[in-house]
């Protein structure tokens, strides 16, 4: 706590340097390392990947804005890029898979947590229990075709068990846009929330899309496609929280803003001491961002950063198990739905999204498929089944 | 035996695919100068300066509790040889639990393209998969005994996975037949075979002279399972190529 973020100003653009060796030289460990340190890793790439598709969409509507945004961009990249080869080379891409959705949960219950505004806070309750489905179907399948424990990754800080089913989760897209918050009234921390959690998603969304056609095996091949569009529907849920009026500037204040607080969290809770170091550094980096953001949107848009800006970083992002809260809203409100804006018991769908889910599942569920009887066990569920067999003392079955 | 491995097609792969094309593309790269002198061998620099400044895979766990077992957890502690045994064990339960899956996806090949005289038979896949599944409850089994935890990833077994990861991903691909995935069953059988002849050395060597027993037990299956998969992708491949021969009109 006490970061100011007005007063504060972090190392200035000019000094921000980077080689390919400092881009590349460091991971995690699979096998030692903290399952947080990867939940804060895939966190922090979809933070930089959002900067990015921020940046270029602004610098093709905005003619003054180009340069500046090109300087900050260029370091945005680097950045991204120590960030996300920070994931060693010996995690597999269904690996850091299940790492994505342990990040879509835990991140997610803990925003859901802080939110101040109820409808917001329900509208990630929502999505969480949707994305707590999709560690299920994954560890399934991780488990099945590979005959691995997802727990290597979970490290038991989350439930492997399944949560609203991906296969009633597909809603037609007029059901999935939201009420977005008012910018003129809103808690600066719901703006960073909905900022955050969009940009999680989308970077979900946009590795399932890219990883998905590399799997050989055609149930993971279906799998992926189908939880990239529960993703896309989260894209298109979470960035329809913001306030569509806010200008550029202003948006781009708020990505800065976010930049600082999920780095300042980082660093408050990580555990493996090189990787502490980048948080650190980036933290300082990204300071320097946001003062010279905020010099742009004072000059151009004659306004008062602090109008936007909260004075002091919020409670950073708790990056641990948020397993109670969780299972009460699993209980509470798994059997949610959503008609237009409002979340509503599923009852009360509209037809368009009855419609829709019924032709898209109308040849087959592949999560339904490929969990089909599956309960997680340590050490995988062929444990019971090896159990059941019995050793044969001659070294075969008879 | 449906859907050849070898069929004769149009493979544009080669450069003799395009002669006019690909005499340009040679010209041009023959007339062009490398961006920077060197060698293959840069890379090797790159190699050894990330190998010697980067960490391993990770470590093996300690044991999990004292009771009944304290020789070996003392050993361990003591940072002793029996690290490298759990490690090992670890190696084995990874593998063999794999194989489970990969014979699963073997039959799914024998649904789709039946066999061949000579080839595997649906009872003698699934008696090797639940052999395999066997061999994964002895290590578990073992591993406990140590009072090692048996649904840790050690070192070794990440290693294991990583080297073999290519045949789980090839066998389940829907453009492999049943004859093209027993190649993949003959690197993991091979691999297989040569790991528990060391796991029963590994043991005899540690004094665990009762586990070793079982182990060769386990090794003794290994050995009939591999002479089976060369078998069949013996018959099978000399089979295709059999019926290649009579396709061309050559002489029996």
């Not at chain 1, 970077?203 to 091949?221: C, K, S, W």
């Not at chain 1, 509209?350 to 087959?364: A, F, P």
Request: glycine residues 6%; negative net charge; proline residues 5%.
């Amino acid at each position: 706590m006490g970061l100011d973020l007005l007063k504060e100003k972090g190392v200035p653009l000019d000094r921000q340097k980077f080689t390919w060796k400092d881009l590349t030289r460091r991971t995690y460990s699979k096998l030692d390392d903290d399952a947080f340190t990867r939940v804060r890793v895939i966190l922090m790439n979809g933070i930089e990947s959002e900067s990015l598709r921020f940046s270029h969409a602004c610098a093709r509507m905005n003619r003054d804005l180009r340069e500046p945004l090109a300087l900050i961009r260029r370091v945005e990249q680097h950045q991204q890029t120590l960030v996300n080869w920070m994931n060693p080379g010996n995690q597999s891409p269904l690996e850091t898979t299940v790492g994505f959705e342990q990040v879509a949960i835990e991140v997610t219950a803990s925003v859901a947590i802080h939110e101040p505004d109820p409808y917001l806070a329900q509208a990630y309750r929502f999505g969480m229990l949707e994305d707590f489905d999709h560690l299920y179907r994954y560890a399934a399948l991780y488990d099945r075709v590979e005959g691995k424990d997802p727990n290597y990754l979970i490290q038991s800080y989350s439930d492997i068990i399944p949560g609203r089913p991906t296969s009633i989760e597909h809603r037609h897209p007029l059901d999935d846009v939201r009420q977005p918050y008012d910018r003129r009234t809103a808690d600066p921390l719901s703006k960073i929330h909905a900022l955050l959690i969009t940009a999680a998603e989308h970077q979900t969304h946009d590795y399932y899309m890219n990883i998905g056609p590399t799997f050989t095996d055609p149930v993971a091949r279906m799998l992926y496609a189908e939880i990239a569009s529960i993703e896309e529907q989260h894209v298109t849920q979470y960035e329809s929280l913001s306030d569509p009026d806010e200008s550029w500037l202003e948006k781009w204040l708020l990505h800065e803003a976010v930049e600082v607080y999920c780095y300042y969290s980082c660093l408050h809770y990580e555990s493996n001491p090189r990787i502490k170091e980048v948080w650190q550094r980036f933290v300082d980096y990204e300071l320097g961002h946001l003062h010279y953001v905020r010099g742009l949107f004072e000059q151009v848009e004659k306004r008062d950063a602090s109008e936007i800006l909260p004075a002091e970083l919020p409670e950073p992002i708790r990056f641990d198990s948020h397993r109670e809260f969780v299972r009460r809203t699993l209980s509470a409100e798994v059997d949610m739905s959503a008609n237009g804006t409002r979340f509503v018991p599923r009852a009360e769908e509209s037809d368009r999204t009855r419609r829709y889910r019924e032709e898209i599942n109308s040849e087959g569920s592949p999560s339904e498929i490929v969990a089909a009887g599956y309960q997680w066990k340590p050490g995988t569920e062929l444990v019971e089944k090896a159990a059941r067999l019995g050793v044969q003392t001659e070294g075969r079955i008879q | 035996m449906e859907r050849k491995a070898s069929e004769l097609g149009l493979n544009r792969t080669g450069i003799k695919t395009s002669p006019v094309n690909s005499k340009e593309a040679i010209e041009a790269s023959m007339k062009a100068v490398p961006s920077s002198p060197g060698d293959a061998s840069a890379i090797a620099q790159v190699r050894v300066e990330f190998a010697s400044e980067v960490d391993g895979l990770g470590s093996v766990p300690p044991p999990v509790g004292l009771k009944g077992m304290a020789k070996t957890a003392v050993d361990m502690l003591k940072g002793g040889r029996t690290t490298v045994f759990i490690d090992k064990l670890g190696e084995r339960a990874g593998f063999e639990r794999t194989g489970v899956r990969l014979y699963e996806a073997v039959l799914s090949k024998l649904d789709v393209f039946g066999t061949w005289e000579g080839g595997p038979s649906r009872e003698q896949l699934e008696r090797i998969r639940l052999e395999e599944l066997s061999h994964f409850a002895l290590v578990t089994r073992a591993i406990e005994q140590l009072g090692g935890d048996p649904t840790a990833l050690t070192p070794a077994a990440e290693l294991a996975s990583n080297l073999s990861m290519g045949v789980p991903r090839t066998l389940v691909d829907p453009q492999v037949n049943l004859l093209q995935c027993l190649e993949g069953l003959l690197i993991v059988e091979l691999t297989d075979n040569a790991s528990w002849e060391l796991l029963v050395d590994l043991a005899r060597e540690l004094g665990h002279e009762a586990l070793a027993d079982e182990f060769q037990l386990a090794l003794d299956a290994e050995e009939e399972h591999l002479a089976l998969v060369r078998d069949w992708l013996d018959a099978g491949t000399m089979l295709e190529a059999r019926v290649g021969q009579e396709a061309a009109g050559a002489p029996a």
